[in-house]
C-alpha cells in the first residue's frame, strides 16, 4: 500500500519546482545551464587527462622494463663468459659460481620480461583510451562552444524581451494616465477664445448695422448732395458768366431765345453728346453764334444737373436739405 506522506510530498516537492520554473529569471536560468555545461565540460577534460596520463605512465615503466631487460640480458652474457673463462682455465669452483650467477639473471630477465609483456598489453589498451578520451575532450569543446553562443543568443533575446517587457508596460502607464481636471486642455482654451472672438463679432456687426449708424450714414449722404447740388449751381452761375461775355464780343445785341419750337425732349437715356448736337441744329436754324450756342448748351447741362442733384438729395434726406436762397440760374 502507498504512503500517503510519500506520495503527498513528492507532490508538493514537484508542484514547488513547477513553480519556481515559472517564475524564475531567465537570465539565471542562463547561467545555471552556462555553469552546468562548463561544469560537464571541465569534468570530460579531467577524465581525458588522467586516462591519457595512464597511458604516458605505462610508457614510462615499459622504458623502465625494456632497459632493465636489456641490463639483465647483459649481466647474465657477462656471467657466462666469466663462467667460461674459469672452466677454461681449469678453476670449476670460480666457473660454478659464475654459472650460479648466470642463472640468477636470467631468472631476473625472465620477471622482466613478463612484466614487459603485460605492460605491453596494458600500454596498448591505454593508448587506445587516451585516443578515445581525446575525441571525447575535443567533442565536449566543440559542444560547450556552441552552447555558450546559444547561451550568448538567448542573453540576447532575454534582454530584447525584458525591453519589450518594459516598453509594453510603459504604454499601459501612459494608457492609464488621464489629464488632470484642475488644468484646463488645449481643446477648452480653444474653445473659448473662439467663442469671446465670436461674440466680439456679432457685436461688431450688431453695431455696424445699428439705428444711429443709418442716420449718420443717412446725413452724410444728404450733406454730399447738398454740396454736390450747391457745386452744380456755382458751375451753372459760372457758364451763364461766360456765354454773357461771348455775346458781348461778338457784337449779338441779344441772345435768342427758343420761343416758337418746342424744347427738345430732355431723354436720360441719350448721350450728352447727342443732346449737344440737337442743340447746335437747333440754334443754326434760328442763326445763332457758335459761342452762344455752346454756353446754353452748358447752361442747359447745369440746370439739369442741379435738378437731378435736388432730386437726389430730397430722396436720400427725406426732405434734410432746404432750398438754396437764389433759385436756379436759367
Known amino acids: 500500500m502507498p504512503n500517503p506522506l510519500s506520495k503527498g510530498w513528492k507532490y508538493l516537492m514537484a508542484s514547488f519546482d513547477s513553480k519556481i520554473d515559472e517564475n524564475a529569471d531567465p537570465k539565471v536560468q542562463i547561467q545555471q545551464a552556462t555553469q552546468a555545461a562548463k561544469r560537464q565540460h571541465q569534468q570530460i577534460t579531467e577524465q581525458a587527462a588522467a586516462v591519457i596520463g595512464n597511458q604516458k605512465q605505462l ?56 612484466q614487459l609483456e603485460e605492460t605491453r598489453q596494458l600500454h596498448a589498451q591505454a593508448t587506445q583510451n587516451a585516443e578515445q578520451a581525446t575525441r571525447q575532450q575535443l567533442e565536449s569543446e566543440a559542444r560547450l562552444k556552441e552552447q555558450l553562443a546559444q547561451i550568448d543568443q538567448l542573453r540576447a533575446q532575454a534582454d530584447q524581451a525584458a525591453m519589450q517587457e518594459t516598453a509594453t508596460r510603459a504604454m499601459d502607464s501612459m494608457q492609464e494616465l488621464r489629464p ?18 465670436a461674440d466680439a463679432l456679432g457685436a461688431q456687426e450688431l453695431t455696424q448695422h445699428s439705428v444711429n449708424d443709418r442716420m449718420a450714414e443717412i446725413a452724410s449722404a444728404g450733406t454730399d448732395m447738398k454740396a454736390s ?7 451753372a452761375s459760372m457758364a451763364g458768366g461766360a456765354a454773357g461775355e461771348l455775346t458781348e464780343g461778338t457784337g449779338e445785341t441779344a441772345e435768342p431765345e427758343l420761343v416758337d419750337a418746342e424744347p427738345v425732349e430732355k431723354d436720360e437715356t441719350r448721350s450728352e453728346e447727342d443732346r449737344r448736337r440737337e442743340y447746335e441744329a437747333a440754334d443754326e436754324g434760328m442763326g445763332a453764334a457758335p459761342g452762344v450756342k455752346d454756353a446754353k448748351f452748358r447752361r442747359e447741362e447745369a440746370a439739369k444737373q442741379t435738378s437731378d442733384a435736388r432730386a437726389e438729395a430730397d430722396a436720400a434726406g427725406e426732405g434734410m436739405i432746404p432750398d438754396e436762397p437764389g433759385g436756379d440760374d436759367k
Not at 677454461?88 to 625472465?110: C, H, P, R, W
Open 59 to 114: 610508457e614510462m615503466k615499459l622504458d623502465r622494463l625494456l632497459k632493465s631487460q636489456q641490463d639483465h640480458q647483459e649481466q647474465a652474457r657477462t656471467a657466462l663468459q666469466a663462467a667460461d673463462k674459469a672452466a677454461a682455465e681449469g678453476d670449476t669452483a670460480k666457473a660454478q659460481e659464475y654459472n650460479n650467477t648466470a642463472e640468477i639473471f636470467a631468472s631476473q630477465l625472465v620477471a622482466v620480461e613478463q
Open 180 to 197: 488632470d481636471g484642475n488644468v484646463p486642455t488645449l481643446d477648452s482654451v480653444r474653445e473659448k477664445i473662439e467663442r469671446r472672438y
Open 229 to 235: 447740388a450747391r457745386l452744380a449751381e456755382i458751375r
